[in-house]
């Protein structure tokens, strides 16, 4: 999955903040599928957040670095990790 | 001849008004008040026959349905939520029609009249979907649970079907403790404590009410253990055996700012159990006050 899907799919979400992480509730039209809820940790948190429409991979990269106080390769890892959990939970 | 019937759900009142002879079904009427008080939280004209009309912008915005039924449909037009409720004899007709305000305060609520010319408005499943926006108009959540009331605490046990609620609450009953229901309740919130409240069910019960102490994640385990969970986590899970319909955000955010408060205050576990009564001394030795 890349970012700008991820994008796409926020708009399908509430989110409400609770303590450091974030819960994501499905806006469906069809009882069967409300019970899907997720939750994102403080690092899922952030990335979710900081998505816009134009994001890059590098930005959001950068902004870890910045913010979290760890490596590219870490921040890397961090993205591509979430990335590849959230492809696996929207299949 | 008009018919006026006032109701009382976790203590928020109900009008239902007519020209028609309402009949209710048989869980509605311990719930029947008498009551001088002209004001209701919500009144519910109910009307005979499905009117033909139709719906200025109207836009399907939920459907409750399964694998091979169709239950209701929710459409939006202009301000206004119309429920679309289907026959489970036949899919193809309606068996009612309702419509809801903004100020979700206010029904229509047209039914086919009986042979001898009543009608049910509450029938299901549109009686517990009004109790739903009842929760969602007011600080509360529908949940599908059971609670159990012994003498000093509230415990709401709440999984899955068949994850052993009702045989929880067996267990409980016949240890001497109130069931408060076993199936489904309202947890609202007044005066900054939270209270459990059964609801109508096909089945006659008295109105009960009992204040929560705690919120149990149930499931079947070949051991007794429990476990405390927090934050994100116990807000999403007890989140997710909420009845509720997910279209709408604001609905979504109410929900989940009552859940949040409410998993501050009420502490909440995943219990794995055995289905016999060791449960009962297991859950008292090991569970720790909630801050309240």
Redesign the interface.
């Given at each position: 999955m890349n970012l700008q899907t991820l994008h796409k799919l926020k708009s399908r979400f509430v989110a409400r903040n609770v303590g450091n992480e974030l819960i994501l509730v499905p806006l469906t039209a069809n009882v069967a599928q409300m019970n899907e809820l997720f939750t994102l940790n403080e690092t899922g948190k952030f990335i979710w957040e900081n998505i816009n429409e134009n994001s890059t991979v590098s930005e959001i990269e950068n902004l870890m670095i910045e913010s979290f106080d760890i490596d590219s390769a870490i921040a890397k890892m961090d993205i591509e990790l979430f990335l590849s959990k959230l492809e696996t939970t929207f299949k | 001849m008009s018919t006026n019937i006032r109701i009382a759900i976790a203590e928020l009142s109900i009008g239902l008004h007519s020209e028609h002879e309402i009949l209710l079904e048989d869980g509605y009427l311990p719930f029947v008040i008498e009551t001088n008080k002209a004001e209701t939280d919500i009144t519910i004209n109910c009307f005979a026959n499905i009117p033909t009309t139709t719906f200025a912008n109207k836009e399907?915005?939920?459907?409750?349905?399964?694998?091979s039924q169709r239950f209701y449909s929710i459409y939006r037009s202009n301000s206004n939520l119309v429920f679309v409720i289907y026959s489970q004899q036949n899919k193809d007709e309606i068996q009612q029609l309702a419509i809801l305000d903004e100020t979700l305060s206010n029904w229509k609520i047209y039914s086919t009249p009986l042979d001898n010319g009543e009608i049910v408005p509450l029938k299901y499943p549109l009686g517990p979907i009004v109790m739903h926006y009842l929760t969602v108009k007011f600080d509360a959540v529908m949940i599908h649970a059971s609670c159990v009331l012994d003498n000093q605490k509230g415990r709401v046990f709440t999984g899955f079907s068949g994850n052993g609620k009702s045989t929880l609450s067996k267990i409980w009953s016949d240890a001497g403790n109130m069931i408060v229901n076993d199936d489904r309740l309202i947890i609202r919130k007044q005066n900054n404590r939270h209270y459990v409240y059964n609801t109508p069910m096909y089945y006659i019960d008295v109105p009960k009410k009992a204040a929560l102490d705690s919120i149990f994640l149930i499931s079947h385990s070949p051991l007794n253990k429990v476990k405390k969970i927090s934050?994100?986590?116990a807000?999403?899970k007890v989140?997710?055996?909420c009845i509720?319909?997910?279209?709408e955000?604001d609905f979504?955010?109410t929900k989940?700012?009552f859940l949040?408060e409410l998993?501050t205050q009420i502490p909440v576990y995943e219990l794995g159990f055995v289905p016999d009564k060791s449960v009962i001394n297991f859950i008292l030795e090991n569970e720790t006050e909630g801050t309240k």
């Amino acid at each position: 999955m890349n970012l700008q899907t991820l994008h796409k799919l926020k708009s399908r979400f509430v989110a409400r903040n609770v303590g450091n992480e974030l819960i994501l509730v499905p806006l469906t039209a069809n009882v069967a599928q409300m019970n899907e809820l997720f939750t994102l940790n403080e690092t899922g948190k952030f990335i979710w957040e900081n998505i816009n429409e134009n994001s890059t991979v590098s930005e959001i990269e950068n902004l870890m670095i910045e913010s979290f106080d760890i490596d590219s390769a870490i921040a890397k890892m961090d993205i591509e990790l979430f990335l590849s959990k959230l492809e696996t939970t929207f299949k | 001849m008009s018919t006026n019937i006032r109701i009382a759900i976790a203590e928020l009142s109900i009008g239902l008004h007519s020209e028609h002879e309402i009949l209710l079904e048989d869980g509605y009427l311990p719930f029947v008040i008498e009551t001088n008080k002209a004001e209701t939280d919500i009144t519910i004209n109910c009307f005979a026959n499905i009117p033909t009309t139709t719906f200025a912008n109207k836009e399907l915005v939920f459907e409750g349905k399964n694998e091979s039924q169709r239950f209701y449909s929710i459409y939006r037009s202009n301000s206004n939520l119309v429920f679309v409720i289907y026959s489970q004899q036949n899919k193809d007709e309606i068996q009612q029609l309702a419509i809801l305000d903004e100020t979700l305060s206010n029904w229509k609520i047209y039914s086919t009249p009986l042979d001898n010319g009543e009608i049910v408005p509450l029938k299901y499943p549109l009686g517990p979907i009004v109790m739903h926006y009842l929760t969602v108009k007011f600080d509360a959540v529908m949940i599908h649970a059971s609670c159990v009331l012994d003498n000093q605490k509230g415990r709401v046990f709440t999984g899955f079907s068949g994850n052993g609620k009702s045989t929880l609450s067996k267990i409980w009953s016949d240890a001497g403790n109130m069931i408060v229901n076993d199936d489904r309740l309202i947890i609202r919130k007044q005066n900054n404590r939270h209270y459990v409240y059964n609801t109508p069910m096909y089945y006659i019960d008295v109105p009960k009410k009992a204040a929560l102490d705690s919120i149990f994640l149930i499931s079947h385990s070949p051991l007794n253990k429990v476990k405390k969970i927090s934050g994100a986590l116990a807000v999403s899970k007890v989140l997710a055996f909420c009845i509720q319909n997910n279209f709408e955000p604001d609905f979504i955010q109410t929900k989940l700012i009552f859940l949040t408060e409410l998993s501050t205050q009420i502490p909440v576990y995943e219990l794995g159990f055995v289905p016999d009564k060791s449960v009962i001394n297991f859950i008292l030795e090991n569970e720790t006050e909630g801050t309240k």
